[in-house]
């Protein structure tokens, strides 16, 4: 049973595109060779795998043709399409058709081979010629060997600078061939020995996340150590980090040391080279920072007047006295006012345009060197946050009232410049904002009045609840419309409808709201204005409405206790429909009815719209 | 400009006796391992363009107009279209107004030089004759970590994108490559690979100096003493001087000029107009002219225009257009 190499070799692929030839491959061996590699190859420069033990030749495949019954009308045009005469084909299950016999498997490899480089789909795809395949980056070689027969192609090629063509002698023989080359084709070793140098090193970090990336980086790691001058600690260090991570996917080590992954070279010409590189780059970046210094971060959210938040939103001298504002209303103390007229300042600043992904942590880093206390540098460190749906909270007081207030603040301007999003479009990250300002409310315990919210962005924030809490939707609907008074009494009332659900309690509240909004609800413009005791005339009437004068309803208290308080409604109302016409034929009294109906429907609705809740 | 930022800026630019000593350690042992004499900036660019027109190249000379990089050179953006081939190699001078620093950061600058070279179509060896390239610069291939690292570059003023690299040479930048796709928003009929050598760059590389400043441009003459007075002073137009009202004019007036063109069939002089104009609204940038919307407005209008010229080129050449993206 042969074993069969095909080894793809291209220009340096994109990480993201090895890791889609690493999910497609498989498949595609599947779909175009009938069996799964054995082993994945995956690099910058190639992609391919081995299968072993394959069939000498393709399957049998039978071909079915016209019903047997048909014979006389069919036979002789499927026979002539397939190159056979009639009395060869073959009955089978009551249909005729011809046994196609499998093939060698040296003769269909091209072909099959051709369909596999041309199988793959990449997110970011070009084309480089008029063979019309299109690929992550040019194909320039394509290598196949059934064990040590070559089907497609000459040779492969060793590491881009150290070796040029390489032989390999079999299929089996692929890997260490390759290896003597300087190539590690196993994604998965060339990791392990980047750990592993990592590791002899040690104390690295990878906070950005690049491992994944620097994997295929590289056909050869090596693992060097390096270290730039004391004098760069002098920045702010997510810059630094930054710096390493995102600019030149070095791993930090402690204080002044890096390690960077090299694809070769020699080790002392290649770490002097990236260090000079990284200190170049802190260089740079410490210019930035010491104008930014010497301007201050006072005399930078001064300059604000003219930075413009966004188009018809005025400036972000506008948008931090606009935050100031609900920083007030949402409680916050002086840390928290404070921390809202320095928040933007580092829109200002040049380190913030250079390094926009730290904006607030760079805003944070120049109040604490102007000497503001923590509780102030903290809050505009954390304004962003969340600043995705499951990322960290702040974990600051102020920064909690900071990050909500902004983001009310983003979602009230842009829903009033007309900015609500629409299907997949959020330019504005509202969706984003409101998630977080809902995740301030149940996680963070921070209140915020519902009041503090206009009607259409209340509407789309209280949206997310639905999505955001462990209930069903029509709860959440249910406690959207009680009298809770702030986002996080809201979710809490949801979560108890549906906790006390199954209660008679419940039951009882739930058939009377339901009663009173089936026959009124519909009716309300036919109400009174107000409930007339004096046109109450059966017993019934007048006891419902003795009832609903004594039941205890607190929409904000707890629920329990407020459904057995509405519950004792319930037989009251079932005696008023069984004795009270409530379409009386005098247009008072029947307006009176609905009117009583009505207050116990809005009684019980201040725990919420039972009318949401399927039974 | 308060004298402290002047000072502060100085200080980093003048380094201390113990700096000076880590850099030479650098440098020394940046020479040892490597070229065996470094080349000065004019030698390096000689050595490119000897390269180049060896291979075949047309070498070109730099246009005439601000451009804000190589690739808008009609030499580039509208010989990469249509389906003759093409090589062309060329020094760019490319002038960003937003990068200045008033001569002051020595890393950051709003006019600097770019090698460009197109090869289209782009030959299966390209990227072996990029290396080779700078082999000829003197650079041992085998003894740094040399890179290929993603870049996918986009120009929305241009309509253009393509796929490519930044090239790294022991973690330096020191070329961009792209293998065009769309220009004008015109798929490429052969795909051109350009690539765009950073010129400062690759002379820190190779001489082992830290900033641009520094660098030998001639024997005995700097790169500072060539252009630093020169950054101070654009600088000084491009962020305070440049005038609002007569720029925000002057790029109507380009807009129509260059619609006229095209209505009377002048693709080439056509493209001149998209180029002022793409000049005029980086200067309006600089001078913090534009709000966020306003900008994106701005790149619309200049990109299509660059449509219109590119549509018109392939027209006026007898060329069926390709259709549009």
Redesign the interface.
């Known amino acids: 049973m042969p074993s069969l190499l095909l080894e793809i070799g291209a220009?340096?692929l994109?990480?993201?595109a090895c890791r889609e030839a690493e999910t497609q491959l498989p498949d595609l061996a599947r779909a175009h060779i009938g069996a799964a590699p054995s082993q994945l190859f995956v690099g910058?420069r190639r992609v391919g795998f081995l299968i072993n033990d394959l069939a000498e030749r393709t399957a049998d495949e039978w071909v079915k043709g016209p019903p047997e019954n048909l014979r006389d009308k069919a036979a002789a045009g499927f026979a002539k399409k397939h190159g056979v005469n009639v009395e060869e084909l073959e009955l089978r299950d009551g249909f005729l058709g011809i046994t196609v016999p499998g093939r060698r498997l040296r003769e269909v490899l091209p072909e099959q081979i051709d369909r596999i480089v041309r199988g793959f789909s990449f997110t970011?795809s070009?084309?480089?010629?008029e063979s019309g395949i299109r690929f992550?980056?040019?194909v320039?070689w394509v290598l196949a060997k059934l064990d040590d027969e070559t089907i497609v192609g000459e040779t492969s090629f060793g590491h881009?600078?150290?070796h040029g063509a390489v032989a390999i002698p079999s299929a089996a023989g692929y890997v260490n061939a390759l290896r003597a080359a300087d190539v590690e084709p196993v994604a998965e070793e060339r990791r392990r020995e980047i750990v592993e140098g990592l590791d002899a090193i040690g104390g690295w970090s990878d906070p950005g996340g690049k491992l994944d990336e620097v994997v295929h980086?590289?056909e050869k790691p090596i693992v060097l150590e390096g270290r730039f001058?004391e004098?760069f600690l002098q920045l702010p260090e997510r810059v630094i980090v930054t710096t390493m991570q995102s600019h030149?996917?070095y791993f930090p080590i402690e204080r002044t040391r890096f390690a960077?992954v090299?694809?070769?070279?020699?080790p002392?010409?290649?770490i002097?080279?990236?260090?000079?590189?990284?200190?170049?780059r802190l260089?740079?970046a410490?210019?930035?920072f010491?104008?930014d210094l010497?301007?201050g971060i006072d005399a930078l959210a001064e300059r604000l007047a003219?930075i413009?938040f966004?188009?018809g939103a005025g400036s972000f001298a506008e948008k931090a006295a606009r935050v100031a504002k609900l920083v007030e209303r949402l409680g916050g103390g002086e840390a928290s006012l404070e921390a809202a007229r320095l928040a933007k300042a580092d829109q200002g600043s040049e380190l913030v345009r250079e390094f926009p992904e730290l904006e607030g942590y760079i805003g944070a880093e120049y109040a604490r060197l102007a000497g503001y206390p923590d509780g102030v540098t903290k809050a505009i460190e954390e304004q962003y946050l969340p600043d995705s749906s499951g990322g960290p909270l702040p974990q600051t007081e102020p920064g909690k009232v900071l990050a909500a207030a902004d983001k009310l603040d983003t979602l009230q301007t842009a829903f009033e410049l007309g900015h609500r999003p629409s299907g997949s479009r959020d330019p504005y990250g509202l969706r984003r904002a409101a998630i977080g300002l809902v995740r301030l409310a149940l996680e963070g315990g921070l209140t915020i009045e519902r009041d503090l919210l206009q009607r259409e962005v209340g509407e789309f924030v209280e949206e997310r609840l639905e999505s955001l809490l462990d209930v069903p939707v029509e709860y959440v609907r249910a406690a959207r419309a009680s009298s809770a008074p702030d986002l996080g009494a809201v979710a809490r009332r949801a979560q108890e409808l549906y906790r006390e659900r199954e209660t008679p309690a419940f039951e009882g509240v739930y058939t009377a709201y339901e009663r009173a909004h089936r026959l009124a609800g519909k009716a309300q413009d036919e109400a009174a204005e107000q409930l007339d005791r004096a046109l109450l005339v059966e017993d019934a009437e007048k006891a419902l409405a003795e009832a609903l004068a004594t039941v205890a309803i607190d929409g904000n208290g707890d629920l329990q206790a407020a459904l057995e308080s509405g519950a004792e409604l319930a037989p009251v109302m079932e005696r008023f429909f069984d004795e009270v016409l409530v379409m009386a034929e005098d247009d008072a009294v029947r307006a009176n009815r609905l009117r009583l109906l009505l207050d116990v429907r809005d009684a019980l609705g201040a725990l919420g719209d039972f009318s949401q809740i399927p039974r | 400009m308060t004298s402290e930022v002047v000072e502060a800026a100085a200080r980093s630019i003048d380094a201390t006796a113990e700096e000076q000593a880590t850099r030479s350690h650098c440098e020394a042992s940046l020479r040892k391992c490597d070229t065996p004499e470094a080349v000065n900036y004019q030698e390096m660019i000689i050595a490119l363009e000897r390269y180049w027109a060896d291979y075949g190249c047309v070498l070109a000379q730099p246009y005439h107009t601000e451009l804000a990089a190589g690739t808008m050179n009609p030499n580039t953006f509208l010989r990469s279209l249509g389906p003759k081939p093409w090589n062309v190699a060329y020094v760019e001078p490319v002038i960003r107004p937003l990068d200045g620093r008033y001569g002051e950061n020595p890393f950051r600058f709003q006019h600097y030089f770019q090698y460009q070279v197109v090869l289209k179509p782009a030959p299966e060896d390209v990227l072996d004759l990029y290396w080779a390239s700078l082999e000829a610069l003197g650079i041992d291939l085998r003894k740094h970590d040399m890179r290929l690292v993603e870049d996918d570059w986009e120009q929305p003023t241009l309509g253009a994108w393509g796929l490519g690299w930044e090239v790294w040479c022991d973690g330096m930048e020191i070329t961009q490559w792209t293998y065009f796709q769309q220009l004008g928003g015109f798929d490429v009929e052969l795909v051109p690979a350009e690539m765009t050598y950073g010129l400062e760059r690759l002379a820190m590389f190779l001489q082992g100096k830290r900033t641009a400043f520094e660098l030998e441009w001639a024997p005995g003459v700097t790169w500072g003493e060539v252009y630093r007075e020169a950054e101070r002073e654009w600088s000084r137009y491009n962020f305070e001087e440049a005038p609002v009202e007569v720029l925000t004019r002057r790029f109507q007036e380009h807009e129509a000029e260059c619609r006229h063109l095209l209505e009377v069939g002048l693709p080439i002089p056509a493209y001149d107009q998209v180029l002022k104009c793409s000049h005029t609204f980086n200067l309006l940038d600089a001078r913090g002219a534009l709000s966020v919307t306003e900008r994106a407005a701005y790149i619309g209008r200049v990109r299509r225009l660059a449509r219109g010229v590119a549509e018109a080129y392939l027209e006026a050449q007898g060329e069926n257009a390709v259709a549009a993206a």
Do not use: Y
């Open positions: 220009e340096e994109p990480a993201a910058p970011r070009m084309r480089w010629d992550a980056r040019p320039r881009r600078f150290t980086l590289v001058d004098r030149q996917r960077v090299s694809n070769g070279g020699e002392e010409v290649v002097a080279g990236h260090t000079q590189v990284l200190e170049a260089e740079d410490t210019f930035t010491e104008r010497a301007t003219s413009t966004f188009t």
